[in-house]
């Protein structure tokens, strides 16, 4: 079997400008499922006849139907003969539904080009090899590292059995999250606040310790107009599953999903309790009072999280990257001083172990309003 360095690939030079504009339609439309089609990766394909888009698709909510059936679905007879631009290999095996390859068999697609190759042990070029056995022309590549990001969560949990980890961390201009005595303060403006709700509208997964929830019940939902329903399962880190049932989370748990995860030992009248509520509770070791996060994400992944975006404060942010559990980190920073007296954004640890860690590496800096995001992937 081939690897997706050694399949032929579609060089830059060679790709028509068509091509490009066909794969980046593929991507944007791809991109419409982040968060809504897990555990399935967020697909999005293009059939194209006589430079024609005659059909468009892209993963639906839960993960199906897949993105080339629904592309197909809409061409109808015009696919015979057509191209398929599709950002993931289509799948060549029988899971749920049929596989993707003999529905494009099947329709008489002519050439298909594909930005990645799926990792899924179920996938990994078999996919591809059997279009090509029909005499489809395939070509690979082309958007391929935007697809990688794309499908990172993906990717991940297929590698590493573990959710794609997103960190989120707003910091005043002297590296403080929180005032003297662990009091929330308001970091970054109007801006940075709905930038953040989109992220979380493209995340499987919003996560939190429980010092988050006591000190500022948050919703951790999705509040720009029209996009509650966007809004991730909620995921708090309660080692002693004391999260209080009058907290905003809590109660509307039955709304929006909320899985808390408490240690080994924790009481098993409060998750009885939780249950009622309609919290979902987890159980996994803890030392010293600290849950361990390999594990919490393990099981993230065994329940299809793919994305997790994390939100907490100092304690929680600072346990992941000491997990070396951050695969991307977004940085807020905002233009106004704290104090010295302020809460550290990393608990323990300075931010430069964020800023210039050698698992990370700064890709982009940006303003949002009167904040500067800066943006980090790992190496």
Known sequence: MTSAAETPAVATAAASSDDWRFMQLALALGRRG???????????????????????????????????TEALKRAGRDAKGATMYV??????????????ADAIIRAGVARVVSAL??????????????????????????????????????????????????????????????????????ITGEAARQRVHLMRAEADAI????????????????????????????VVLDAKLRIPLSTAIVGT?????VWVFGATGAS????????AKGVEVFRVDATDGRLDLHQVVKALAERGITRLMVEGGPIVAASFLA?????????????????????????????????????????ATEAVGDDTLTKYERA
């Open 117 to 186: 190759e799926d990792v899924n042990p179920q996938v990994a070029g078999q996919g591809y090899a059997k279009l090509r056995e029909r005499g489809i022309v395939v070509d690979t590549g082309l958007g391929r590292e935007e697809a990688r990001h794309d499908h990172a969560g993906h990717s991940r949990r297929m590698r590493d059995g573990r959710p794609h980890v997103l960190l989120k961390l707003a910091a005043s201009s002297d590296g403080k999250a929180g005032l003297p005595g662990r009091k929330p303060v308001a």
């Open 323 to 363: 997990a070396d559990l951050v695969d991307e980190a977004a940085l807020f920073r905002s233009p106004n001083e704290i104090g010295p007296t302020g809460i550290d954004v990393l608990e323990g640890m300075p931010l430069g172990a964020l800023t210039q860690s050698a698992q990370l590496t700064r890709v």
């Open 268 to 275: 098993p009248i409060a998750e009885d309790i939780l249950k």
């Open 34 to 68: 982040l968060g809504r089609t897990w555990p399935n990766p967020a697909v999005g394909a293009v059939v194209v006849k006589d430079g024609v888009i005659v059909g468009r698709g892209w993963t639906q909510p839960g993960g199906r139907p897949h993105a080339e």
């Open 253 to 257: 748990a039955r709304d929006v999903p």
């Open 207 to 234: 996560l939190v310790g429980i010092g988050t929830v006591l000190a500022d019940d948050p919703h951790l939902t999705c509040r720009l107009p029209g996009m509650f329903e966007l809004s991730p399962v909620r």
């Open 87 to 100: 950002t993931l290999e289509p799948c060549s095996h029988h899971g749920k539904t049929p596989p993707c």
